[in-house]
């Protein structure tokens, strides 16, 4: 009998030429006890990112991978207002795409350096249903040097919890992520959101735990075209206030508290930054951007 596809691998990649073959490298290595497909949604991008893919895919001898790189169809209407809702629209069109049990989290630019990665998470969330989210210890790459991606030390036995995420911050690495998909829709209120993939975890992780394994299985790459890591620290400020202002009325008591102190301490720094010496504009910024952004 043959195993059923249990696993989408999300693959979202934009002008990527540079790393795009370390990154499917790493997917074709994975072993698995189960065959996977690997959705490949490319964000227009202008290099030669999709040609490097479609060679890839046509050479490819791991038959337990379905590849399934998504049409652009260009001037397609449907395509060209994909392009023009940006990003996190792109990502959860492709969300969207990912049918099987579970989804993995992979960007162009990064990549698993662990073959048995996901066969350890499946594993785990297969004999842990109460548990929704599994994620790994990673590494960072910049310039070269590789360290332990921070991991705040608030549980001994790599157990958590979405609140966690608020209190902190999202210390889960994009590349390191496997859950199980338990929704079959996703809500409007999620495309007003900055970023996606916080927004996601709420949705699957609200009833269930996160866990991390403490195997370091994959690597998140800085750089400055990096979606993120190429923002500045004062932009990345303000996109997590408009995302605590979107999630805000989806959040229970205990959540929204936390939201709460975490807003007016961004708030106090953002105003500082941008005002060291002058007390009094650091005072008329912290009431622009409370009203800004408003919970």
């Known amino acids: 009998m043959i195993n059923p596809v249990i696993l989408s691998v999300r693959l979202m990649t934009y002008n990527h030429e540079e790393y795009i073959t370390q990154c499917l490298n790493s997917i074709e290595q994975q072993q698995t006890s189960f065959p996977f497909e690997v959705i490949i949604g490319d964000d227009f991008s202008t290099d ?17 991978i379905n590849y399934i790189l998504l049409d652009r169809k260009k001037g397609d209407e449907y395509d060209i207002n994909r392009q023009k809702k940006g ?11 990912c049918k099987r049990k579970y989804i993995a989290l992979l960007d162009g630019d990064d990549y698993w350096t662990d073959p048995y990665k996901m066969q350890k998470q499946v594993d785990f969330l297969e004999a842990n249903p109460n548990f929704n989210i599994c994620f790994t210890q990673a590494n ?43 929704f079959s829709k996703i809500p409007e209120w999620i495309y007003q959101l ?9 949705l699957v992780s609200k009833d269930a735990k996160i866990k991390c394994l403490p195997e370091i299985t994959s690597v998140y790459r800085i750089h400055e075209k990096g979606m993120w890591s190429g923002t500045n620290e004062l932009k990345k400020v303000e996109t997590q206030l408009k995302f ?19 807003h007016k301490v961004l708030i106090a720094k953002i105003s500082y930054q941008l005002h060291k010496k002058n007390r009094l504009l650091r005072v008329l910024k912290r009431i622009q951007l409370s009203n800004k952004y408003k919970l």
Do not use: C, W
């Open 87 to 97: 990003r996190l629209y792109n990502f959860l069109d492709m969300i969207s795409h």
């Open 140 to 182: 960072t790459l910049k310039e070269n040097k590789l360290e332990l991606h921070p991991i705040p030390p608030i549980s001994p036995n790599g157990i958590y919890t979405f609140d966690d995420l608020l209190e902190h911050y999202n210390f889960i690495t994009t590349a390191s992520v496997v859950f199980r998909k338990k």
């Open 244 to 262: 605590y202002q979107v999630l805000f009325n989806q959040l229970n008591h205990h959540q929204k508290q936390l939201v709460k102190n975490k």
């Open 48 to 64: 030669s990112n999709i040609a490097l893919i479609q060679q890839f895919i046509a050479s490819s001898t791991n038959k337990n």
């Open 194 to 202: 900055p970023y996606g993939d916080l927004g996601l975890y709420f």
